[in-house]
């Protein structure tokens, strides 16, 4: 399996010269001492890290998986020294409060961090990732006391965090939680349950693991509105805030997976395990959407480096690999055959790839400078605006970037032909640990109707908002030879989002019928955007990465219009076919 470097170029291309890092900061008033050089020497250093430190183990982490015994388990070899060196070398608290001992970076360099961990080791990538989401929330909700006994170990990293919300009996539909809460005289709760699909939820990385569990009071209404968030550490603390005695609580099993092998995902039970209440009772769902958002767009950046790193490997091979002549005649005639890149359908297959991977991550940056607005914008304004932004690309982000990440990687398997499924070519890793993202936090049908349901029908109205605003300034803005198709297809995707509105006021059936080809038809227009806009950024380069670089972005975009974004006219007659398809059979019938 080939470990190959991080597409640094490309990242520094959107962060410096699509998205203009500078002026976002100098704007926000904040990390004046951050200017592009210093944002990518940053980005580089993290690379050079994992890719010697974490891309050697990616292949034997898939192998070997994790191994559970008693209530204990053990990581891959090498997880540990990589973790350690991982906190050691400060990329644990990049982002980190200073106050905890954190570096104070931005975070949008954290969110770059998750890529390149997901890049070169997707099993280790959740370690860090959830202890991240564990530490932003409790700085968020958790009282002055939570705050001083667990924000520091947690920035450090020598504490990792979990988000404990699924049950055997309830997935999604978090109102059927039962785990309980029994209040002590000194404040704590008794927390009695059993948890499954944890991420992190034991492991031999840390002495600690802080757990984050959603439960119900004894006198807790029903459903959503009866939910509670508790931290309920591994190991309790003395009054020394050192390590005592261990909680009443362990992994009872892991499950083995199709990937993300490294990863432990455990099955958590907690038998009257002292825990600590975060924020008000009965507010633990509100509390806990915080992280469940972060987790949603993590997972989408974790869809765009699978998309990413299959496509540098097909890309490696295509240019390798020899397999017959080119139609129009032979393109080395000094080999007995020309490499497989000369041939059409290859090329279709390695530009979806490129067109999903650079495009995708000029989306999720731009989510995560909305996320800095809402962190250190003083202009509530601005902040409100980012703040439906969000809410609006969440879902997108989520299912979008997972789902062409599926089928991204399935063309990489393809590419590599016969050697796709062999492992030690690692296309077929990327492929089943792609799958997995789709899923977690939320599947694409959950997201999809988030999208259609809560966000679209709910909170916009019916209207697609500021995302068609930021479309629709940038068509009348700017001058590109993709102005006229981006206006069709924001034109139709206003038109849709205008029908399934008017359906659903006649047939509740008719959002879900429409909902998850509403999200994709979302996705490959909101891409389209972001394709014009790099195309235009390469069209006006700095000039400092390369002409083949541009003249490769102006090409990638005017493929991407041309051979994958028409795929939204299929939606459009799909999503007007209306939910009768689906609901007119029986359940006998099936």
């Keep these: 399996?080939?470990?190959?470097?991080?597409?640094?170029?490309?990242?520094?291309?959107?962060?410096?010269?699509?998205?203009?890092?500078?002026?976002?900061?100098?704007?926000?008033?904040?990390?004046?001492?951050?200017?592009?050089?210093?944002?990518?020497?940053?980005?580089?250093?993290?690379?050079?890290?994992?890719?010697?430190?974490?891309?050697?183990?990616?292949?034997?982490?898939?192998?070997?998986?994790?191994?559970?015994?008693?209530?204990?388990?053990?990581?891959?070899?090498?997880?540990?020294?990589?973790?350690?060196?991982?906190?050691?070398?400060?990329?644990?608290?990049?982002?980190?409060?200073?106050?905890?001992?954190?570096?104070?970076?931005?975070?949008?360099?954290?969110?770059?961090?998750?890529?390149?961990?997901?890049?070169?080791?997707?099993?280790?990538?959740?370690?860090?990732?959830?202890?991240?989401?564990?530490?932003?929330?409790?700085?968020?909700?958790?009282?002055?006391?939570?705050?001083?006994?667990?924000?520091?170990?947690?920035?450090?990293?020598?504490?990792?965090?979990?988000?404990?919300?699924?049950?055997?009996?309830?997935?999604?539909?978090?109102?059927?939680?039962?785990?309980?809460?029994?209040?002590?005289e000194d404040g704590s709760y008794d927390i009695t349950g059993t948890k499954i699909f944890i991420t992190s939820g034991e492991h031999d990385l840390t002495d600690n693991i802080i757990h984050l569990v959603l439960a119900r009071l004894p006198d807790a209404p029903k459903g959503t509105k009866g939910i509670s968030l508790f931290l309920v550490p591994k190991i309790l603390l003395n009054a020394d805030l050192e390590l005592d005695q261990r909680n009443t609580l362990g992994a009872a099993s892991i499950e083995h997976k199709m990937g993300l092998n490294g990863s432990a995902t455990c099955v958590m039970n907690f038998d009257a395990a002292k825990g600590f209440l975060i924020g008000e009772g009965n507010d633990g769902l509100k509390i806990m959407f915080t992280m469940m958002n972060g987790a949603r767009l993590n997972t989408g950046i974790q869809g765009l480096s699978a998309t990413q790193a299959s496509y540098e490997n097909a890309l490696a091979y295509a240019k390798d690999r020899l397999q017959m002549r080119a139609a129009t005649g032979a393109k080395y005639p000094n080999k007995p055959a020309d490499p497989i890149i000369v041939h059409p359908d290859v090329r279709r297959m390695l530009l979806t790839m490129k067109a999903f991977a650079e495009g995708n991550r000029a989306m999720a940056y731009f989510v995560g400078q909305q996320i800095e607005i809402i962190k250190h914008s003083k202009d509530q304004v601005e902040v409100k605006r980012a703040d439906r932004l969000l809410a609006f690309l969440t879902p997108i982000l989520k299912a979008f970037l997972t789902e062409v990440a599926l089928e991204a990687t399935d063309n990489g398997v393809q590419i590599f032909g016969g050697h796709g499924y062999i492992r030690e070519h690692g296309q077929e890793q990327w492929h089943r640990d792609a799958k997995i993202f789709t899923l977690y936090e939320g599947t694409t049908g959950i997201q999809a109707l988030d999208l259609t349901g809560r966000k679209m029908l709910m909170m916009q109205k019916g209207q697609i908002g500021e995302m068609a605003e930021l479309i629709q300034n940038f068509i009348n803005e700017t001058d590109t030879p993709m102005n006229q198709e981006l206006q069709n297809y924001l034109d139709m995707w206003q038109e849709m989002t205008e029908f399934i509105t008017g359906q659903a006021q006649k047939n509740a059936n008719e959002v879900g019928a429409a909902s998850v080809d509403y999200l994709m038809m979302s996705g490959y227009v909101i891409l389209a955007y972001f394709w014009a806009q790099l195309h235009n950024s390469a069209e006006n380069n700095k000039g400092q990465l390369g002409a083949d670089f541009y003249n490769g972005k102006k090409k990638t975009a005017q493929f991407y219009f041309a051979k994958i974004l028409p795929r939204c006219h299929a939606l459009k007659a799909t999503i007007m076919t209306g939910a009768d398809p689906l609901m007119n059979i029986k359940e006998s019938e099936f």
């Design 1 to 184: 399996m080939a470990n190959l470097p991080a597409p640094i170029k490309d990242i520094q291309f959107i962060a410096d010269e699509v998205l203009d890092l500078t002026a976002h900061y100098k704007k926000l008033g904040v990390h004046d001492d951050i200017d592009a050089e210093t944002f990518m020497t940053i980005v580089e250093e993290a690379s050079k890290f994992l890719h010697e430190n974490a891309g050697p183990l990616n292949r034997n982490a898939d192998e070997q998986g994790c191994h559970h015994e008693g209530t204990s388990v053990t990581t891959p070899d090498g997880f540990k020294k990589l973790y350690k060196e991982f906190c050691e070398s400060g990329w644990a608290a990049l982002d980190g409060d200073p106050e905890y001992g954190g570096q104070g970076l931005s975070y949008w360099l954290q969110l770059i961090l998750g890529e390149l961990n997901t890049y070169y080791c997707p099993g280790w990538s959740n370690y860090p990732g959830l202890t991240h989401g564990a530490r932003e929330l409790i700085a968020h909700f958790g009282s002055d006391v939570l705050k001083q006994k667990f924000l520091p170990k947690l920035t450090t990293g020598e504490w990792s965090g979990t988000m404990c919300l699924t049950e055997p009996h309830c997935g999604t539909d978090l109102g059927l939680v039962n785990t309980s809460a029994k209040p002590n």
